[in-house]
């Protein structure tokens, strides 16, 4: 009958059509340490023997190449892109394929063509996961984004402060606007632990983003402190859970992959 379908499904992007399952790691507000647990989620996701990728979504402001010190360009074969191998897991950003200021003043719809791209003519080959660093903040880019990658679930990553709670609650709103089943709150720098001596200060407080997921029916996955061997080891480009991956750091990114895998596998 007419006017009784939808709109046709668009048909699966060629890159991701081996791909088990997609998970966003996002965040309501930049700066809140969203591609560093990124980052550190998908080498410890790889830990527990999965094969997987990472996806730098972030058009304006990639840090994955930075974060897991990767150079070059990547080998294009026809419109094939392959992903560069960095501490064993496949990964891709825009950052590695133009200058950075270029992508700059791109508008909307190049940014839109560009992530569909990264997906789409990526070689990312059969994987279990692939994590998608989103762009941070809950603005038309992150909706359309959210709507257009085929998402297993999302992942939202808050500080402790209120102002960020806020935040991770926008985040929260808007994958429940497009169906995306929310795996969870992360409190990132959630409390200091001191280099020297080991003590924990709660500086920003405690608790918040527990009580917040709670208070939104989301599960609260885990808390990672603000330590600097976890800020070092990002600038570095040999993340925590790559270089240390038995030391306390590695232990808190280790215990929210355990929860975000049970998440999958129960699905
Ligand atoms: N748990 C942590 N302990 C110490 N430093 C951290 C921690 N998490 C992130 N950082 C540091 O905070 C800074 C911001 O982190 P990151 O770039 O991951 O944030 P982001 O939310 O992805 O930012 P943007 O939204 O701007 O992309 C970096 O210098 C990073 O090393």
């Known amino acids: 009958m007419p006017g009784k379908q ?37 080498l410890a996701l790889a830990r527990r023997g999965l094969n997987v990728g990472l996806l730098d979504a972030d058009i304006y402001g990639p840090s994955v190449p930075r974060l897991v010190g990767a150079q070059g360009k990547p080998d294009v074969a026809g419109k094939i892109i392959e992903p560069i191998i960095a ?5 891709m950003s825009i950052g590695y394929l133009v200058d950075q200021e270029k992508a700059m003043v791109w508008r909307g719809p190049m940014v839109g063509s560009a992530v569909t791209q990264l997906l789409g003519d990526v070689h990312w080959g059969d994987l279990d996961i692939l994590v998608v660093d989103m762009p941070p903040g809950t603005g038309d880019a992150q909706l359309t984004l959210s709507q257009k990658v085929p998402l297993a679930g999302a992942v939202i990553v808050s500080t ?82 790559s270089v240390s991956p038995d030391g306390p750091q590695a232990r808190a990114y280790l215990d929210i992959a355990e929860k975000i895998a049970a998440r999958l596998s129960a699905k």
């Open 6 to 42: 939808g709109p046709k499904p668009a048909p699966p992007l060629e890159g991701i059509k081996d791909v088990k399952a997609i998970i966003a790691i996002a965040s309501g507000k930049g700066g809140v340490g969203k591609s560093t647990t990124a980052v550190n989620l998908a």
């Open 87 to 91: 501490h064993g897991i496949k990964t």
């Open 160 to 241: 402790p402060q209120d102002i960020a709670l806020i935040d991770a609650r926008k985040g929260l709103a808007m994958f429940r606007q497009v169906d995306v089943p929310i795996f969870g709150i992360i409190e990132n720098m959630s409390y200091f632990l001191c280099p020297s001596c080991g003590d924990r200060a709660d500086i920003f407080g405690t608790g918040g983003a527990r009580e917040t997921a709670a208070a939104l029916g989301a599960d609260f996955l885990g808390e990672i402190p603000l330590h600097m061997d976890i800020r070092e080891t990002s600038d570095q480009g040999t993340p925590v859970v």
